[in-house]
């Protein structure tokens, strides 16, 4: 058999290395032969299946197609490339190419041969193709093909949803229908990477449609490939970008927006500039409205598509403005919320009332508008108008978001713009008040540097923030700044002292006090410089500076330098110490004299004698005077010295006036004293003070004859009243009196001897005792005279 | 016997008063001008002294502190006398026995006197 059928033995090995399954059947279907590849391809054994009926290997489904197939070539046709499903042994559907023809021998049929080659893995791949070209076909993303030529292939439903193109219509036809002519160079840069096998992704392009209308969608290319990798042409998958388009738009427009609104204050400048970027993306022509002064809205800008129109439109404004109550803008601005009119009809025009502003809205062209608001502060500003009078841009509420948020940017700064120049206006105010303080501060400064005084400004906490040059200078720095920069450092320099030579309490200064609140504190110091030795005298006084609540902020300090007077003070005081020593012992000598004179007059009963006795008189008067002087003197420089006993004042009141009683004929001094108790004083300082008190009384009350003395028991103290009805002391004088060198007037030009520091020394004793001294007085009724001591307590 | 009483003063006129106060009332009176005493009182031997805080040349409270550290003279009484504000204080800082204030009154001077020459008479007694 193989003989006759392949009769040379070199063919028969070269069929069993075919990858092609060569088969032959005899006229009942039984196989007769089969190549080597059956095996490989099928799995099945081949001796096992030689005298079986073919069909036994046909896929059920196949089974009438083989049947009619053998039959067909049984009565004499050859068949070619059949596919036909057989059965492989692991159970799989295998698709077979079959080629069959009969076999003849002399002229009859005796069987069949044939070729089978197995296409089951190529017809996979079919079928995914066809899957796929099913998948492209419904899908939502337009997907289409082009050839090299640009001649479109496939066009997919969603492709022809999106462009408005029908498959049918377009397939063959140039893609360059859909390609904008400003796009010509993308296109051929776009073509190039394609011919060169490379793809291009998310690629944004605007197309056209077949109704003209463009449409951005963002693209997918990738090259096509034949069989043998050659670049046949490209397949686009098309992605609707209007959305995304509008938004980038939108976010074009608004980051512009807020570029040109933050570029100025000049917000009616940056308002122009801003209707201008609504020309042409957004609008055909647009404008800006503001509230005025009064209230109402004035266009401050407008745009338009066509430059010619824009002086048309701003014509407009003049002769319908917005000054009818009802206009759109009007209403939005009242209103704060924003208004839309998305379609304006030719029906809508034709239905406004108001014959001039129809025929307006009918030149105009309106086909949509949007009004927005300009809001600050939930407030509006004004408001930005959009129109379209294009047919193809209706606004929509996507659109107004976008005009909203423009609408918030611009009035934010126009109030930002506000806020500026209010804030610009109050700086200017400032820095003329600023100039002003500036200028009155230099001339302050010019006199504070210029004044001898010390003066420094401590502020609330105590810190040294001012000082001028003479406070530097007295408190011993180069400089104020160095005083400023270290305020401690005088402490070190110098040794502080007060007057009664005791150290300083620095806590207590003048200027810590005055924080305290106390009334116009001041000091005098004397500060010794520990290198030289050298002291000098300070006064300091302090007064605070007070806020508006009246609070302290600050405190200035005035350093006095006192320096030289306390020298004066110190010669004078030596001056009056010398002088009246220096007066005391010709007294004391005359004194002895007149002694003697005294007692020779006595013995020899000389009239002279009552001379005598008056010079004596007035030489004790004399002694008083320079004791008077001395008292002065040492109370100046704080060496008035006491000496502190316990006795009895009753009895010393009593003493004293014994004793001036005997000097005076014309006076009756009346004392009314009860009182037991005992003071702690000074005796002899105290019975100054009264002698000082009883020889005013005589002397200012020189045409009566009463004088009264009083002691009272007033518990923790005794009071002392001396009593005179004499020429009394004038309201305004009764502090003065007890100053220094003060003497009271009469107005009868009647003047009183005296240095007129008796009092003043009484006071200065009065007080060490810490006691009160004051005088009770009617002009021309007389004076009392009073003072207090505390009464002592006796200690255990 | 007569008290004898040393008057130290620079000041003539005061010497003089004093001595004629004093001899008046029956003291016998020595003077000096100034503070060199010391000799002077080796030979006078005065019951009392009178003296002057400030003397030209010495200080009357160094010669007190002199006199009453020695112990042959510090039995002397000492009245210190000064036209000096402060004096009293010093004046018994210095060991003097009294003080008096010039200008004094002549009765203080007198009844000072006749106080300490008569102490000085009954310690001169005991011993």
């Known amino acids: ?796 | 016997m007569k008290k004898k009483i040393l008057v130290v003063d620079d000041d003539e006129a005061i010497v003089e008063v004093i001595q004629l106060i004093l001899e008046d009332q029956g003291y016998a009176v020595v003077t000096s001008d100034n503070g060199d005493i010391f000799d002077l009182l080796e030979k006078e031997r005065p019951d009392l002294i009178l003296l002057d805080v400030l003397l030209s040349g010495h200080d009357g409270r160094e010669i007190a502190r002199l006199l009453k550290k020695d112990v042959t003279k510090k039995h002397i009484p000492i009245l210190m006398i000064s036209a000096h504000p402060t004096a009293a204080a010093t004046a018994s800082d210095s060991g003097a026995d009294a003080f008096l204030s010039k200008p004094f009154e002549i009765k203080d001077l007198l009844s000072l006197v006749s106080k300490y020459t008569k102490k000085n008479a009954r310690i001169t007694c005991i011993s």
């Open chain 1, 1 to 796: 058999m193989e003989s006759s059928i392949l009769p040379e033995k070199k063919y028969l090995s070269l069929i069993n290395l075919a990858p092609d399954v060569f088969f032959s059947l005899n006229t009942n279907g039984e196989l007769r032969s089969l190549s080597s590849s059956f095996e490989r391809i099928t799995g099945w054994k081949r001796k096992d299946w030689i005298g079986v009926s073919f069909s036994k290997l046909i896929y059920k489904k196949d089974l009438p197609l083989a049947r009619d197939l053998f039959k067909q070539v049984l009565s004499g046709k050859n068949v070619k490339s059949c596919e036909v499903k057989i059965m492989s042994r692991d159970g799989n559907v295998l698709v077979g190419d079959f080629t069959l023809m009969p076999e003849k021998t002399n002229g009859h049929i005796v069987g069949i041969v044939g070729i089978s080659r197995d296409i089951t893995k190529w017809k996979e791949r079919s079928n995914l193709y066809k899957h796929y070209a099913n998948l492209v076909e419904s899908s939502d993303g337009p997907i289409y093909s082009r050839d090299l030529n640009g001649n479109i292939i496939t066009w997919n439903k969603a492709s022809e949803k999106l462009f408005g193109y029908k498959a049918k219509d377009i397939i063959g036809k140039n893609v360059s229908a859909l390609l904008p002519r400003e796009i010509k160079n993308e296109v051929q840069e776009l073509n190039r990477r394609i011919k060169n096998g490379r793809s291009v992704e998310d690629l944004e392009l605007v197309l056209i449609k077949k109704n003209k209308s463009r449409i951005p969608i963002i693209a997918k290319i990738s090259p096509i490939k034949d069989k043998k990798k050659r670049i046949v042409g490209a397949v686009v998958f098309a992605r609707d970008n209007t959305e995304r388009a509008r938004e980038e738009k939108a976010e074009k427009l608004l980051a512009k927006a807020t570029k040109v609104l933050s570029s100025s204050f000049e917000y009616e400048k940056t308002l122009k500039t801003l209707v201008k970027l609504l020309i042409p993306d957004w609008a055909d022509w647009g404008a800006v409205h503001v509230v005025g002064k009064e209230g109402k809205a004035v266009r401050i800008a407008v745009a338009h598509r066509d430059p010619k129109k824009v002086k048309w439109a701003e014509n407009l404004e003049k002769k319908y403005g917005t000054k009818d109550r009802n206009s759109g803008v009007a209403q939005v601005i009242e209103s704060g919320h924003a208004g839309i009119w998305p379609e304006i009809t030719e029906e809508l025009l034709r239905s406004i009332p108001d014959e001039k502003q129809r025929k307006l809205a009918i030149r105009l062209h309106l086909k949509s508008i949007m009004i927005v608001p300009l809001v600050a502060s939930k407030r509006a500003l004004g408001a930005i108008t959009f129109v379209s009078s294009d047919e193809s841009r209706k606004y929509r509420k996507k659109d107004l978001k976008v005009a909203e948020e423009l609408g918030r940017r611009a009035g934010q700064a126009i109030e930002n713009a506000r806020l500026y120049y209010e804030a610009e206006k109050e700086l200017k105010k400032r820095k003329r008040i600023g100039r002003a303080l500036r200028q009155s501060r230099d001339e302050l400064e010019i006199i504070l540097k210029n004044v001898a005084d010390g003066i420094t400004v401590q502020d609330a906490r105590g810190q040294l923030v001012y000082a001028n040059d003479a406070a530097a200078q007295v408190s011993g720095y180069s400089s104020r700044e160095e005083m400023i920069r270290n305020p401690s450092k005088s402490l070190s320099t110098f040794e502080c002292e007060t007057e009664n030579g005791e150290q300083v309490d620095f806590a207590n200064l003048p200027g810590r006090r005055a924080l305290k609140g106390e009334i116009d504190p001041q000091m005098i110091m004397s500060y010794i410089n520990k290198d030289t030795k050298e002291r000098r005298w300070a006064q300091i006084k302090a007064r605070p500076i007070r806020d508006e609540d009246g609070r302290i902020k600050a405190v200035v300090n005035i350093i006095n330098d006192i320096t030289e007077r306390k020298e004066l003070e110190r010669k004078k005081d030596d001056f009056i110490s010398i002088a009246s020593h220096e007066l005391k012992t010709p007294v004391t000598s005359i004194k002895g004299y007149l002694h003697l004179l005294m007692s020779y007059a006595e013995k020899h009963n000389d009239p002279t004698l009552s001379h005598i006795q008056k010079i004596d008189n007035q030489l004790n008067k004399l002694t008083e005077l320079i004791h008077d002087l001395l008292d002065l003197s040492r109370l100046q420089s704080g060496k008035l010295l006491y000496s502190m006993e316990e006795f009895s004042i009753s009895n010393l009141i009593q003493e004293v006036v014994d004793d001036l009683q005997k000097t005076t004929n014309h006076h009756a001094i009346e004392v009314k004293n009860g009182v037991k108790r005992k003071v702690m004083a000074d005796k002899d300082r105290i019975s100054q003070v009264l002698i000082n008190f009883l020889t005013n009384a005589i002397k200012y009350s020189p045409d009566r004859k009463h004088i009264k003395v009083l002691l009272e028991d007033k518990g923790e103290v005794v009071q002392v009243s001396v009593q005179d009805f004499g020429i009394g002391i004038h309201e305004d004088e009764k502090e003065k009196i007890f100053d220094r060198f003060y003497r009271v007037n009469d107005k009868s030009d009647k003047t009183f001897p005296g240095l007129g520091i008796g009092l003043y020394i009484s006071r200065e004793i009065i007080m060490r005792h810490e006691g009160k001294i004051w005088v009770e007085s009617t002009k021309g009724k007389g004076s009392v005279f009073k003072f207090t001591l505390p009464v002592a307590h006796k200690t255990i």
